[in-house]
């Protein structure tokens, strides 16, 4: 539920790290408890001096003066060794923690963004699901890391040192402690009133990231078109924004420690005053008296650093309601129940009255239906927008139809395990996507345990290998960010390759060749006839040359199947594709020049 506190949402995730969370805050427990105790050990040390042999220590037998500092000395060392070795040990549990926490969250979100459909990203940017992915997840493991130690070991010094207060001096220890519950009202009542300021400064961040990844992309876009200037006063624009989200909330979590501090002052007036003459009446232990005045501000001091926490808590806890409301989003497409292996898949595709619109309502197809035997080879043709790469996205299970069916091998695809469905699915697609690496990482990425050898099959099938062992470092050499070292031609062939690798039932050219000289497009297409062989192959094209051999071509237009067959017959007739064959080998144009 979106509506529940971030801290309690939190809490159920890492529930798994309870035991952790129980010992770091006993770790830190002790370690405040070891931190309080060396002003005991100066009023002890004021009380061996003004009480001599009536000191405190002269009730455990040690009586020597000598002897009384050098014990105490050993308790000092004692108590010192603790505190260091408890500080240790519970910033050990916290950091760990923090890091463990972060890893968790950061790879459940990935992976939950990966599952998610891709109608989603449709409706959000880059940058803001980056912001959410790093930003968040870093401010989260922030508070864990510092905050939340924080917060234990104020709570332990406000218990410690009140019930230690109400023990040895009940007269004044009211004095010390009425200032903390005053402290903690104005602390939540700033925590409140942050809210609001700090989910606003985690928006604003995932839109800045949002420019910034935008930009970044598009640099060619922006140096091509002399925009710079302009892109540079958006990003101010941008910036200026989180700035000012920033500063809304400074302005207020500024003030919180130069408050509590005027609040602070008047409890440590109060004991030094009212205190004092109690000691200069006797009615007090000097020792005694000196150990009031510093927990005093051992007390109350601490308190000042709440500002800082709730910073950091107010922080984290915007953080982590975006990171738990993108956990929560739910995934429209889910796997099918069906396993369908991919020994036994044949690659039969049946598109049965299949309709299609996207979330803005826009009807993509609309009764739709066709048949690819298996093993054939099928080419998709139309002119822009005729619905021909939603056909491609429909059987990969990227959107779920609308109405109708999609059918492998007589299975509804949404009956099937997507694993299933898409490993028996290899796609080239016309937007050619190469991760940052080497030529043979981004081909074996088809197959990962395929060897050197079947990498080389897949590339001179690809006609890739002659121009990659003419690169500097052969299959060794770095593509560079989307492959952005590499040409157009160049990367489409090593997409092609990699599906060649994968070796699927089904096989995917969605404007495979678009990129590629008519030279290089003539060799793919030889290797291509080779590949088809045994397997369903679909081609979406525009150059029609390129789907001449199909054994049957599917003619879109405006998301209706208008004609349908091989291209003798539909260059026979006088319709859509005649048409366009006519446009494309030139025929209309020497008719008018005739």
């Not at 798994?16 to 006993?26: A, E, K, N, P």
């Not at 104020?154 to 001096?169: C, E």
């Not at 017959?569 to 048409?579: C, F, K, P, T, W």
Request: proline share 3%; with cysteine.
């Amino acid at each position: 539920m979106q509506d529940r506190h971030p801290l309690l949402r939190l809490l159920d995730y890492s529930s798994r790290y309870r035991r952790q969370v129980v010992l770091g805050t006993v770790f830190s427990v002790l370690n405040k408890l070891f931190d309080l105790a060396p002003p005991a050990l100066i009023g002890g040390a004021v009380d061996i001096v003004t009480r001599r042999e009536e000191a405190f220590l002269s009730a455990f037998g040690v009586t020597e003066l000598s002897a009384q500092l050098w014990v105490l000395a050993g308790i000092t060392l004692f108590i010192w060794i603790c505190e260091s070795v408890f500080e240790y040990i519970h910033k050990l549990y916290w950091r760990n923690l923090a890091q463990n926490i972060e890893h968790d969250l950061r790879l459940d979100a990935y992976a939950h963004v990966q599952d998610l459909e891709m109608a989603y990203f449709e409706d959000q940017s880059t940058g803001g699901l980056m912001a959410i992915l790093n930003d968040d997840v870093n401010q989260l493991e922030r508070f864990l890391d510092v905050g939340a130690n924080e917060l234990i070991q104020v709570t332990a010094t406000v218990v410690l040192i009140s019930a230690g207060f109400m023990l040895v001096a009940p007269s004044v220890a009211w004095m010390a402690l009425l200032p903390v519950p005053i402290i903690i009202y104005g602390s939540v009542w700033f925590q409140g009133k942050l809210t609001p300021r700090y989910a606003n400064v985690r928006e604003r961040v995932g839109f800045l990231n949002h420019q910034l990844a935008n930009n970044l992309s598009g640099i060619a876009t922006i140096k091509s078109f002399t925009n710079e200037q302009r892109e540079t006063e958006r990003i101010r624009h941008e910036s200026d924004n989180y700035r000012q989200a920033n500063r809304y909330a400074i302005v207020l979590s500024a003030a919180f420690v130069p408050l509590i501090r005027m609040v602070i002052v008047g409890g440590f007036i109060a004991i030094m005053v009212f205190g004092g003459q109690l000691a200069l009446s006797g009615a007090l232990n000097i020792g005694l008296y000196s150990v009031l005045i510093f927990m005093t501000q051992r007390l109350l001091w601490p308190l000042t650093r709440l500002g800082e926490t709730f910073d950091l808590y107010q922080r984290a806890m915007a953080s982590t309601n975006r990171i738990m409301n993108l956990l929560k989003t739910e995934a429209q497409i889910v796997d099918g129940a069906q396993s369908l292996p991919r020994a036994d898949v044949k690659g039969h595709i049946q598109f049965d009255d299949v309709r299609f619109a996207y979330s803005n309502g826009f009807n993509v197809l609309k009764s739709l239906s066709l048949e690819i035997p298996a093993g054939n080879t099928a080419a998709i043709v139309g002119a822009t927008g005729a619905g021909k790469s939603t056909v491609i996205k429909l059987l990969l299970r990227l959107y779920d139809v609308t109405g109708g069916a999609v059918r492998l091998d007589g299975h509804d695809v949404r009956d099937l395990q997507l694993h299933d469905l898409r490993g028996a699915i290899g796609l080239v697609s016309q937007d050619v996507f190469l991760f940052h690496g080497t030529v043979l990482e981004n081909i074996l990425y088809g197959r990962p345990d395929a060897t050197e050898q079947e990498v080389i099959a897949a590339a001179k099938i690809a006609e890739a290998h002659d121009f990659i062992t003419s690169l500097p470092q052969g299959y060794a050499t770095i593509v560079g960010e989307r492959g952005q070292k590499l040409s157009g031609g160049q990367r489409q062939r090593i997409s092609i390759a990699r599906a060649v690798l994968k070796n699927p039932p089904v096989l995917i050219l969605d404007e495979a060749t678009s990129a590629v000289d008519n030279e290089t497009e003539a060799a793919i297409q030889r290797s291509m006839e080779k590949l088809a062989v045994g397997r369903t192959t679909i081609i979406i094209a525009h150059r029609l040359s390129t789907v001449r051999a199909a054994d049957q071509i599917f003619v879109l237009s405006e998301g209706e199947l208008h004609e349908h067959g091989t291209h003798a017959e539909l260059a026979a007739q006088d319709g859509i594709y005649a048409a366009l064959w006519r446009v494309q080998t030139g025929e209309k144009l020497k008719a008018a020049g005739d």
